[in-house]
Protein backbone atom coordinates (compact mmCIF):
# COMPACT_ATOMS: atom_id res chain seq x y z
CA UNK A 1 0.00 0.00 0.00
CA UNK A 2 1.21 3.32 -0.95
CA UNK A 3 1.59 6.74 0.51
CA UNK A 4 -0.86 8.04 -1.36
CA UNK A 5 -3.75 5.74 -0.08
CA UNK A 6 -2.78 6.80 3.44
CA UNK A 7 -2.78 10.66 2.38
CA UNK A 8 -6.17 10.25 0.78
CA UNK A 9 -8.03 8.25 3.77
CA UNK A 10 -5.95 11.24 5.86
CA UNK A 11 -7.94 13.93 4.02
CA UNK A 12 -11.44 12.08 4.28
CA UNK A 13 -10.97 11.32 7.65
CA UNK A 14 -10.35 15.19 8.28
CA UNK A 15 -13.30 15.78 5.96
CA UNK A 16 -15.69 13.76 7.35
CA UNK A 17 -14.70 14.23 11.09
CA UNK A 18 -12.63 10.49 11.96
CA UNK A 19 -10.18 11.80 14.37
CA UNK A 20 -9.16 8.18 15.46
CA UNK A 21 -8.47 7.35 12.07
CA UNK A 22 -6.48 10.34 11.11
CA UNK A 23 -4.43 10.29 14.23
CA UNK A 24 -3.55 6.65 13.42
CA UNK A 25 -2.97 7.25 9.68
CA UNK A 26 -0.84 10.05 10.79
CA UNK A 27 1.34 8.47 13.45
CA UNK A 28 2.19 5.86 10.48
CA UNK A 29 5.81 5.51 8.94
CA UNK A 30 6.79 3.10 6.73
CA UNK A 31 5.22 -0.03 5.06
CA UNK A 32 1.47 -0.82 6.45
CA UNK A 33 1.39 -4.28 6.16
CA UNK A 34 0.80 -5.53 9.87
CA UNK A 35 0.36 -2.51 11.56
CA UNK A 36 -2.36 -0.57 12.89
CA UNK A 37 -2.57 1.93 10.09
CA UNK A 38 -2.91 -1.00 7.65
CA UNK A 39 -5.83 -2.80 9.66
CA UNK A 40 -7.33 0.63 9.35
CA UNK A 41 -6.52 0.89 5.50
CA UNK A 42 -7.87 -3.13 5.35
CA UNK A 43 -11.17 -2.15 7.85
CA UNK A 44 -11.97 0.33 5.01
CA UNK A 45 -11.08 -1.15 2.02
CA UNK A 46 -13.23 -4.04 3.04
CA UNK A 47 -16.36 -2.26 3.84
CA UNK A 48 -16.58 -0.80 0.42
CA UNK A 49 -15.48 -4.13 -1.29
CA UNK A 50 -11.96 -3.06 -2.79
CA UNK A 51 -8.79 -3.66 -2.43
CA UNK A 52 -7.17 -0.95 -0.87
CA UNK A 53 -5.22 -0.52 -4.07
CA UNK A 54 -8.38 0.69 -5.65
CA UNK A 55 -9.11 3.17 -2.75
CA UNK A 56 -8.08 6.36 -4.81
CA UNK A 57 -11.07 4.97 -7.69
CA UNK A 58 -13.44 5.06 -5.07
CA UNK A 59 -16.44 7.41 -4.49
CA UNK A 60 -15.07 10.04 -2.10
CA UNK A 61 -19.05 10.13 -0.54
CA UNK A 62 -18.63 6.15 -0.06
CA UNK A 63 -15.04 6.75 1.15
CA UNK A 64 -16.33 9.04 3.73
CA UNK A 65 -19.21 6.71 5.01
CA UNK A 66 -16.76 3.61 5.57
CA UNK A 67 -14.08 6.16 7.16
CA UNK A 68 -17.03 7.10 9.08
CA UNK A 69 -17.81 3.30 10.09
CA UNK A 70 -13.91 1.81 10.80
CA UNK A 71 -14.02 5.23 13.35
CA UNK A 72 -16.51 4.40 15.34
CA UNK A 73 -15.26 0.97 15.61
CA UNK A 74 -11.73 1.62 16.66
CA UNK A 75 -11.89 1.42 20.24
CA UNK A 76 -12.40 -2.45 19.45
CA UNK A 77 -9.33 -2.44 16.72
CA UNK A 78 -7.20 -0.53 19.23
CA UNK A 79 -8.26 -2.99 21.93
CA UNK A 80 -7.56 -6.23 19.70
CA UNK A 81 -4.53 -4.63 18.13
CA UNK A 82 -3.04 -4.07 21.99
CA UNK A 83 -3.97 -7.56 22.70
CA UNK A 84 -1.70 -9.01 20.24
CA UNK A 85 1.45 -6.78 21.23
CA UNK A 86 0.87 -7.61 24.81
CA UNK A 87 0.94 -11.46 23.56
CA UNK A 88 3.89 -11.00 22.16
CA UNK A 89 5.51 -9.13 24.54
CA UNK A 90 4.57 -12.51 27.39
CA UNK A 91 6.09 -15.09 24.42
CA UNK A 92 9.46 -12.62 24.39
CA UNK A 93 9.37 -12.55 28.42
CA UNK A 94 8.29 -16.42 28.32
CA UNK A 95 11.19 -17.19 26.34
CA UNK A 96 13.63 -15.31 28.47
CA UNK A 97 12.52 -16.67 31.59
CA UNK A 98 13.45 -20.21 29.62
CA UNK A 99 17.04 -19.36 29.49
CA UNK A 100 18.94 -18.97 26.48
CA UNK A 101 18.88 -22.18 24.18
CA UNK A 102 15.00 -22.34 24.35
CA UNK A 103 15.40 -19.25 21.94
CA UNK A 104 18.96 -19.77 20.09
CA UNK A 105 17.01 -21.67 17.17
CA UNK A 106 15.94 -18.36 15.97
CA UNK A 107 18.88 -16.44 15.90
CA UNK A 108 20.96 -19.60 15.00
CA UNK A 109 18.58 -19.95 11.70
CA UNK A 110 18.88 -16.30 10.78
CA UNK A 111 22.48 -16.58 10.90
CA UNK A 112 22.50 -19.96 9.14
CA UNK A 113 20.15 -18.99 6.11
CA UNK A 114 22.14 -15.32 5.87
CA UNK A 115 25.67 -17.83 5.63
CA UNK A 116 23.96 -19.74 3.43
CA UNK A 117 22.48 -16.97 1.00
CA UNK A 118 25.97 -14.93 1.26
CA UNK A 119 27.99 -18.34 0.03
CA UNK A 120 25.49 -19.50 -2.57
CA UNK A 121 25.23 -15.84 -4.17
CA UNK A 122 28.23 -13.88 -3.42
CA UNK A 123 31.43 -16.06 -1.92
CA UNK A 124 30.93 -19.42 -4.20
CA UNK A 125 31.01 -16.99 -7.49
CA UNK A 126 34.13 -15.08 -6.10
CA UNK A 127 35.91 -18.33 -5.30
CA UNK A 128 34.99 -19.61 -9.04
CA UNK A 129 36.58 -16.99 -10.48
CA UNK A 130 39.84 -17.80 -8.33
CA UNK A 131 39.51 -21.15 -9.80
CA UNK A 132 37.79 -22.71 -6.21
CA UNK A 133 34.92 -24.93 -7.15
CA UNK A 134 32.59 -25.27 -4.21
CA UNK A 135 29.37 -26.38 -4.95
CA UNK A 136 26.66 -24.18 -2.87
CA UNK A 137 23.31 -25.64 -2.00
CA UNK A 138 20.65 -25.90 -4.33
CA UNK A 139 18.56 -22.45 -4.60
CA UNK A 140 15.15 -24.26 -4.19
CA UNK A 141 16.20 -26.35 -0.96
CA UNK A 142 17.81 -23.21 0.20
CA UNK A 143 13.74 -21.08 -0.90
CA UNK A 144 12.32 -24.50 0.88
CA UNK A 145 14.73 -23.70 4.03
CA UNK A 146 13.50 -20.23 4.13
CA UNK A 147 10.08 -20.60 3.39
CA UNK A 148 9.72 -23.20 6.46
CA UNK A 149 11.69 -20.53 8.85
CA UNK A 150 9.71 -17.54 7.77
CA UNK A 151 6.36 -19.26 8.74
CA UNK A 152 7.95 -20.82 11.30
CA UNK A 153 9.24 -17.87 13.03
CA UNK A 154 7.27 -15.03 11.84
CA UNK A 155 3.88 -16.63 11.14
CA UNK A 156 1.74 -17.66 8.25
CA UNK A 157 0.77 -14.37 7.50
CA UNK A 158 4.47 -12.90 6.38
CA UNK A 159 4.94 -16.01 4.06
CA UNK A 160 1.71 -15.32 2.73
CA UNK A 161 2.59 -11.93 2.07
CA UNK A 162 5.70 -12.71 0.72
CA UNK A 163 4.20 -15.02 -1.88
CA UNK A 164 2.25 -12.81 -3.25
CA UNK A 165 5.06 -10.27 -3.72
CA UNK A 166 7.20 -13.34 -5.72
CA UNK A 167 4.24 -13.71 -7.52
CA UNK A 168 3.55 -10.52 -8.47
CA UNK A 169 7.33 -10.26 -9.20
CA UNK A 170 6.94 -13.30 -11.74
CA UNK A 171 3.89 -11.46 -13.83
CA UNK A 172 5.96 -8.37 -13.84
CA UNK A 173 9.10 -10.41 -15.74
CA UNK A 174 6.62 -12.32 -17.91
CA UNK A 175 5.22 -9.14 -18.97
CA UNK A 176 8.63 -7.16 -19.63
CA UNK A 177 9.97 -7.89 -23.51
Aim: aromatic share 10%; hydrophobic share 50%; proline share 4%.
Amino acid sequence: MSAAITSILIGVAAKVGAPIVKGVLEKHVGGLAGTLAGTVVDQVAERLGVEPEALPSVDQAELGDAVSEVNANMPELIALYEKGLQGQFALLQAEQAEGFWQSAWRWGWMYLLAFLWICAFLLFPVLRVFGIHIDPIDNTTLMTLTGWFISLYMGGHTLKEFGKQAVEAVKTWKRTP
